[in-house]
Every structure is written in structure tokens, then in C-alpha cells.
């Protein structure tokens, strides 16, 4: 049986049906991991998007019931070069083409992933689809469907993979601290690691106001990962800024680290390709260390690097960029107890260098709104 990616462009790759048969649409888009393809399908910041492995090999050690980072699986279409044939772990409960079958993920095997992917860097991302079954038709037929889907520029996504009621999520061991958390497209590692450190996390929708975000009396507030383009999530800076006037202490992570940037003013853009992976180095302009960490964004924030800028909540500064193409990292207000980070330090899988990231909002929080 064949299957078609094609891109909107008309570039066209053929292959084998992998995992469900159909078709499916989204921003395309690849992954430079080795590793933690189930934490792909299973980050919500991926929704809508078409993602390609650039790994030969895929689905080496199955599936678990222990890995996912989600609820579901959310990515819109799976594309990888050569299955493995076989999952030899002794975790694994079951293959990976299984796993998009039963999930109904539309993918397709193909040799061409490399082509593919350097002409996503050649041309930027942009719009796919994945067809095979009765799906397929003419290839400019195909071309058509594909640009006629949505574009990811101006999608509001972040409250369609967001919790749609509040839930508390117990401290592991002695409760620390009440930090309240706006699921933006949250990881369920991203919990952990705040509950592993004593905090008692309160999730929250992502269209939760200042208010009610401040009603749970946090010690400090988190703003998650997630997906679609931060300028579409008005409601989400315009509830950070009541955070911020409040004085809490503040962390946030990716999508959470855009809405940051707006809240101080900043404006953000779409990556041409984006940084997808869990092998991107990041330097700390602080201290100059780097690095390796794990990301997942199509766009950044734009930022001034080098000096302190100011916002209305008083100066602020770039602490980190990417080394590879010098994209904004890292915020953090110098007078007030906030800051964002681009990239994942809950990495998983991946690099665990930027653990301390949750450490410092500890520290943080224990230092109340004095700290800086």
C-alpha cells in the first residue's frame, strides 16, 4: 500500500502507510531526538503539527503505559524513515505502529526523511498532509487540500490541549509550597519535578484569570509549554500581568516564556523551522556555561541581548541564548522574582543540565516577593 506526504509547496514523498490510514494535516515539522518518541506524541505543545524523526530508526523499545507526557497523544501525523520491526524492551506493552493505529495517527514510512528535512531548513516550515487508503487522489488534488488547512500563525491552541477543569496534584513528601500552575499544554514531567521538589501544584485551565490564579494563595505561579502562536493567547499575558502587578513569584517554560516576553512588552515571531530535539546548546550569559538542552518551539520572543532593557515592571534582561542560531532563551526581571526559560529543563526525555532551573523558583519562593 503507498502513502503521500505532501507539502504545500508541492514538494511530494512516497512511502508506506505507518500506524493509521487516511489523512491528516498539519504544520510540518522535524525532531532531531534519538530518543523519547512517545514524549513527542504525547506533548501537547506538538498539537497540530505533522512531525518527522530524523532518527533512522524508530520504535526500537515500544510502548509503555508510563512514558506519556499527556493525556492523548497529540500530534497530527508521524512520519519516519525505517520501522523498527520488532520493540525489545521489557517495559514496552506493545509496538509503536500500534500505538498511532489505535490513537488514529496517520503516518507513513519513507527513505526521504533527510531530503525532507533539509528542505524544511531550505524553505521553513510549513504546511503538510499525509495521505494513504482512500484518501489518496491526484497529486495536485492533494496540494490543494493541503494549502486550504489552516496555517499555525494566528492559532489560539493553547486552550484546546489545555486541562478544562482545575486539579491539584499533591507534594511528593512534605508539602513545601502551593505553587499554581496554567496549563498552557503542561508535561506531566513538568509536574513532577515541582512535586518531587515539595510543592503541592494547582493546574488550571489556560483561560484562567489573574484572579483566579491568585485565589489559590500560591507562593509561586508557573505558566507551561504549549502550542500554537503566543500573540493569539491575549488572555494568558493579560493574566500574567496580574500576577506580575501581584508580586508572586514567577516561572515559566517555552510557550510560558513567550507570554513572559509579552507581558514586559516584547513582541515574538515564527521561527523559520524551529527547534525541535534534545540536543540545542544554550548559554547562560550570567555565568557563561552551556547547555545541551531539550526544545520544542516554533517561535521566540524578541528581545534586546547584552544590556538590561526596560518594561513596566522595571528592567529586565536576556539571560540565555541558543548557540546555533542566537535566539532569545531566557528573561528574568532584575528587581522583581521572575523569570523564562525557552527550552524544557524537565527533559524527558533528554539532558537533564538545566534541572536547577526548579530549584532557583524554590528559592524563589522561599524568599517570597523580596526575591530577584
Given at each position: 500500500m503507498t502513502a503521500l506526504l505532501v507539502l504545500e509547496d508541492g514538494r511530494v514523498f512516497t512511502g508506506t502507510p505507518y500506524g493509521a490510514v487516511g489523512e491528516t494535516f498539519g504544520e510540518m515539522v522535524f525532531n532531531t531526538g534519538m530518543t523519547g518518541y512517545q514524549e513527542v506524541l504525547t506533548d501537547p505543545s506538538y498539537h497540530r503539527q505533522i512531525v518527522a524523526m530524523t532518527a533512522p530508526h524508530i520504535g526500537n523499545t515500544g510502548v509503555n503505559l508510563e512514558d506519556a507526557e499527556s493525556r492523548r497523544v497529540w500530534v497530527a501525523g508521524y512520519v519516519v524513515r525505517e520501522p523498527s520491526r520488532i520493540a525489545s524492551s521489557w517495559r514496552a506493552t506493545g509496538t509503536l505502529g500500534d500505538y498511532l493505529a489505535e490513537h488514529g495517527v496517520v503516518g507513513i514510512a519513507m527513505p526521504g526523511t533527510r531530503a525532507l528535512t533539509r528542505h524544511l531548513r531550505e524553505r521553513g516550515a510549513m504546511r503538510a498532509g499525509i495521505f494513504s487508503?482512500?484518501?489518496?487522489?491526484?497529486?495536485?488534488?492533494?496540494?490543494?487540500?493541503?494549502?486550504?488547512?489552516?496555517?499555525?500563525?494566528?492559532?489560539?491552541?493553547?486552550?484546546?490541549?489545555?486541562?478544562?477543569?482545575?486539579?491539584?496534584?499533591?507534594?511528593?513528601?512534605?508539602?513545601?509550597?502551593?505553587?499554581?500552575?496554567?496549563?498552557?499544554?503542561?508535561?506531566?514531567?513538568?509536574?513532577?519535578?515541582?512535586?518531587?521538589?515539595?510543592?503541592?501544584?494547582?493546574?488550571?485551565?489556560?483561560?484562567?484569570?489573574?484572579?483566579?490564579?491568585?485565589?489559590?494563595?500560591?507562593?509561586?505561579?508557573?505558566?507551561?509549554?504549549?502550542?500554537?502562536?503566543?500573540?493569539?493567547?491575549?488572555?494568558?499575558?493579560?493574566?500574567?500581568?496580574?500576577?506580575?502587578?501581584?508580586?508572586?513569584?514567577?516561572?515559566?517554560?517555552?510557550?510560558?516564556?513567550?507570554?513572559?516576553?509579552?507581558?514586559?512588552?516584547?513582541?515574538?515571531?515564527?521561527?523559520?523551522?524551529?527547534?525541535?530535539?534534545?540536543?540545542?546548546?544554550?548559554?547562560?550569559?550570567?555565568?557563561?556555561?552551556?547547555?545541551?538542552?531539550?526544545?520544542?518551539?516554533?517561535?521566540?520572543?524578541?528581545?534586546?541581548?547584552?544590556?538590561?532593557f526596560d518594561t513596566p515592571y522595571g528592567p529586565a534582561e536576556v539571560t540565555h541564548v541558543n548557540l546555533n542560531d542566537g535566539c532569545v532563551e531566557g528573561l528574568r526581571l532584575i528587581d522583581r522574582p521572575a523569570f523564562s526559560v525557552q527550552y524544557h529543563p524537565e527533559a524527558a526525555a533528554g539532558p537533564h543540565d538545566a534541572g536547577y532551573l526548579f530549584d532557583r523558583f524554590c528559592e524563589l519562593m522561599e524568599k517570597g516577593d523580596q526575591g530577584a
Open positions: 487508503g482512500d484518501a489518496l487522489a491526484p497529486v495536485e488534488e492533494l496540494v490543494e487540500r493541503v494549502r486550504r488547512s489552516p496555517e499555525m500563525t494566528g492559532a489560539d491552541l493553547a486552550r484546546e490541549v489545555s486541562t478544562p477543569e482545575p486539579y491539584v496534584v499533591p507534594a511528593n513528601g512534605r508539602k513545601r509550597f502551593t505553587v499554581a500552575a496554567v496549563d498552557l499544554g503542561v508535561k506531566a514531567m513538568t509536574v513532577r519535578r515541582l512535586t518531587d521538589r515539595g510543592c503541592e501544584v494547582h493546574v488550571l485551565p489556560a483561560g484562567a484569570t489573574a484572579e483566579e490564579i491568585l485565589a489559590r494563595d500560591p507562593d509561586g505561579v508557573f505558566f507551561s509549554n504549549g502550542p500554537g502562536d503566543p500573540a493569539a493567547a491575549g488572555y494568558a499575558v493579560e493574566a500574567l500581568r496580574g500576577v506580575l502587578d501581584a508580586g508572586r513569584p514567577f516561572f515559566g517554560i517555552c510557550f510560558g516564556n513567550q507570554i513572559f516576553g509579552r507581558a514586559l512588552g516584547l513582541g515574538t515571531y515564527k521561527l523559520k523551522y524551529g527547534h525541535r530535539g534534545v540536543n540545542q546548546p544554550v548559554k547562560d550569559l550570567r555565568t557563561g556555561r552551556v547547555a545541551i538542552s531539550a526544545h520544542n518551539h516554533g517561535f521566540a520572543v524578541q528581545a534586546p541581548v547584552g544590556e538590561p
